[in-house]
């Protein structure tokens, strides 16, 4: 009976002249019960400071939040409230996978992120990995994410100026006070990856500087892996300096390589093997050269103009209303 369910409010982030938001419509379709639910797009040019403001206008008890082009399964809303339940559950989250439609390109970079060796326990993100277990920030993406409104509000929200990395703060500082994180590979939303190769690497970019801002402000012993690529970096840059021996650690490396590229690709796509190799190296490559890069920026909150221009639209929850 939708009277024992709590009330959810799913909170979509969009650019203000996007005029078909694709999780709108998919969130219409959840199987939830629509006096239980209410659909929130918040317009605007940050998307840190568009969910902060819409988590405050929120009347749910959970939030749920998507991206503009999260496609999240129907029964993700039932599957999660069942462990919402438990009073320490803070949050919960699944992975974003790669629709089989999408470009091979695409896809390609999809598989990479997927790889253990590209993504470390990250690559949970990108792939259905284990079953429902305790997690970490490691393993949660904000585009399929669940959490208690009361708190996120009591933590304030996101850190407005650690974009791309908010999320990742939050939570850390969740886990700090007690709660419980969660990782359900099956609480599953399809998102295509970014679209062109620039775009691919600017993320990688992107995500290195965010982490680097984030280990600044909020340093954690789990935080210790992320600074394997910076490191890796230095060595590429130092190798011809080295002694020869150092030559071994690279071949040991490549190997590693070929090794992950040959066990995520199936045989329809064998002759990818080339290019999912060339992307884990740039995976971290890039992600290390993006990390030093964060550590040289100061994070910086979002101009006055920015926060004033969020625009919430509370959306119909069926489409046939």
Not at 65 to 70: A, N, T, V
Not at 219 to 237: E, H, I, Q, R
Request: proline share 8%.
């Amino acid at each position: 009976m939708s009277e024992s369910l709590p009330l959810i409010s799913i909170i979509i982030a969009a650019r203000p002249d996007e005029a078909s938001v694709k999780a709108v419509a998919a969130a219409q379709q959840l199987d939830y019960p629509p006096d239980k639910l209410e659909i929130i797009l918040a317009r605007g040019r940050q998307p840190s400071v568009q969910r902060n403001a819409a988590i405050r206008a929120a009347r749910g008890e959970i939030i749920y939040f998507l991206d503009d082009d999260s496609i999240p399964l129907p029964g993700n809303l039932r599957r999660a409230v069942e462990q919402f339940k438990s009073p320490d559950v803070k949050m919960l989250g699944g992975p974003n996978l790669c629709p089989a439609d999408a470009p091979n390109l695409e896809q390609a970079f999809a598989l990479t992120m997927g790889c253990k060796l590209a993504f470390a326990s990250s690559c949970a993100r990108y792939r259905s990995v284990g079953k429902l277990r305790a997690s970490s920030e490691k393993e949660l993406i904000l585009c399929n994410l669940m959490g208690r409104r009361e708190a996120l509000l009591e933590l304030g929200g996101f850190n407005e100026a650690l974009y791309p990395n908010e999320e990742n703060a939050l939570m850390d500082e969740l886990q700090k006070r007690g709660g419980k994180l969660l990782y359900d590979p099956e609480f599953i939303v399809h998102r295509r990856p970014r679209p062109t190769f620039k775009a691919f690497c600017k993320m990688l970019m992107n995500y290195g500087r965010g982490r680097a801002e984030q280990v600044r402000l909020h340093p954690t012993l789990g935080s210790a892996p992320n600074f394997v690529p910076p490191v890796f970096c230095l060595f590429l840059l130092a190798l011809p300096f080295l002694p020869p021996v150092c030559f071994w650690v690279l071949a040991l490396y490549g190997a590693a390589v070929f090794l992950q590229a040959l066990a995520v690709l199936s045989s329809r796509k064998i002759l990818w093997f080339p290019a999912i190799m060339a992307l884990i190296f740039l995976s971290h490559v890039l992600y290390g050269l993006g990390f030093w890069r964060g550590c040289l920026t100061k994070p910086k909150p979002p101009a006055a103009a920015v926060s004033a221009s969020v625009k919430l639209e509370h959306v119909c929850e069926r489409m046939d209303i």
